[in-house]
């Protein structure tokens, strides 16, 4: 979902499948997204470790079976059965130990603007390959969970007013400019419970709210965001950010939180926001992607 020039030629999409029962759901998400965002060509993924892939091919040695074939038409039968979108696609199958390597390394190869990877429940509390490939991407990254609805009207995007924050704006500017996407930004704060004794509560709350007025005020002015895109805060007293935008977007029914790779508070690259860890970690029933 990247804003740069090149997205008026359309952007090149990486799916990466895994031969599971999620493959079904990605493709048939990579069809709903060839028809509302300007998609020139999908990769459709697989990698084989190939300690697995040499395991295998000792078993059935003495069969004479070529593997790589077999995978492969498994692959192009679900391919043909669940994505029937307008995009074009290339079928990359790769064998190496490390599937966040191989995936970073084609994802420079092919220049891919946005990776789609499945968000299943039972990895819940590790999120472990997925904070790898965060780290390693310089794409986009959208993390699809197992039921999820085939739409994307609705968008929420979280900020912290940071420069880095701002690129998930940019990466939805396409939808804003269409007008056929509602979007709504949602900054999560919170007012220092030791404050409370030493002063008026409800003034504080109400300086907190005038002071986030004018960062939204400011914030909209620096990044050019629109003023059909609705501005939300809350406070999160005793929950963690992650809980309240996770919360918040289901209960709004959001098709799709959006987040920054980076928070306010990052140093370098090589770690992912907390906030964007914790919704990793939280495995989140909304898509979720990550701008880089």
Do not use: C, W
Request: proline fraction near 2%; aromatic fraction near 8%; charge should be negative.
């Amino acid at each position: 979902m990247k804003t740069k020039d090149k997205k008026a030629e359309g952007q090149h999409v990486m799916l990466a499948l895994d031969l599971t029962q999620m493959d079904s759901t990605l493709l048939q998400y990579a069809s709903h997204l060839s028809e509302v965002l300007n998609i020139k060509h999908f990769y459709f993924t697989h990698n084989v470790k190939q300690s697995k892939l040499y395991n295998l091919y000792e078993d059935l040695l003495e069969e004479d079976i070529d593997l790589e074939a077999v995978v492969e038409e498994a692959l192009e039968k679900s391919i043909a059965k669940n994505y029937n979108g307008s995009a074009s696609y290339t079928l990359a199958m790769t064998a190496d130990e490390y599937t966040e390597s191989i995936l970073s390394h084609l994802s420079k190869e092919y220049k891919i603007d946005l990776v789609i990877v499945g968000h299943k429940s039972e990895l819940q509390g590790t999120g472990a390959l997925t904070q790898k490939l965060v780290r390693m991407l310089e794409a986009d990254m959208l993390l699809i969970p197992e039921e999820t609805k085939m739409q994307l009207n609705k968008i929420l995007i979280a900020t912290d007013f940071s420069a880095d924050s701002a690129k998930s704006f940019y990466a939805v500017k396409n939808s804003i400019e269409k007008n056929t996407t509602e979007i709504e930004a949602l900054h999560v704060y919170n007012i220092p419970s030791f404050f409370f004794p030493y002063i008026n509560t409800q003034k504080a709350v109400d300086k907190t709210k005038a002071h986030l007025q004018e960062k939204i005020k400011n914030f909209r002015k620096k990044n050019r965001i629109p003023e059909s895109v609705n501005f939300q805060q809350i406070d999160k007293e005793e929950n963690s950010v992650a809980e309240v935008i996770e919360n918040y977007a289901l209960e709004k029914d959001f098709d799709l939180i959006s987040v920054s790779a980076k928070g306010a508070n990052n140093i370098t690259s090589l770690f992912v926001g907390s906030v964007t860890n914790d919704l990793i970690i939280r495995t989140v029933k909304i898509p979720l992607l990550i701008v880089k």
